[in-house]
């Protein structure tokens, strides 16, 4: 089993930052690739961004992408989701998903509002 925890959320103004962290613990080494989710209120959930836990490489969705930056912290086995030029549409309860040949798992979530 991995435990997934998030935190960060707040709210924040148009054009402000905020940085999300999900600290994994449990089953570590079966986990292959960390992600980001969202989902807005009456929308469906979707893919914010991913990281790859051996080697680090990243992809974001096409709305996120120049804005949001995914890292991680090995020692920590923590992943961060550093959320710059934030809009109105980011407004979400954002979610850290973590899967590997173990399988798939979620954190519980944090809301980010971006109102002014």
């Known amino acids: 089993q991995v435990q997934l925890v998030e935190s960060g959320g707040g709210l924040v103004q148009p054009g402000g930052s905020l940085r999300l962290s999900c600290a994994a613990s449990?089953?570590?080494?079966?986990?292959?690739?960390m992600d980001w989710y969202r989902q807005a209120p009456g929308k469906d959930r979707e893919f914010v961004g991913q990281?790859?836990?051996?080697?680090?490489?990243?992809y974001y969705a096409d709305s996120v992408k120049g804005r949001f930056t995914i890292s991680r912290d090995s020692a920590k086995n923590t992943v961060y989701l550093q959320m710059n030029s934030l809009k109105p549409d980011d407004t979400a309860v954002y979610y850290c998903?973590?899967?590997?040949?173990?399988?798939?798992?979620w954190g519980q979530g944090t809301q980010v509002t971006v109102s002014s």
């Open positions: 990281i790859l836990w051996n080697g680090g490489n990243t």
């Open positions: 449990g089953i570590i080494f079966s986990i292959n690739v």
């Open positions: 998903h973590a899967a590997g040949p173990r399988g798939s798992y």
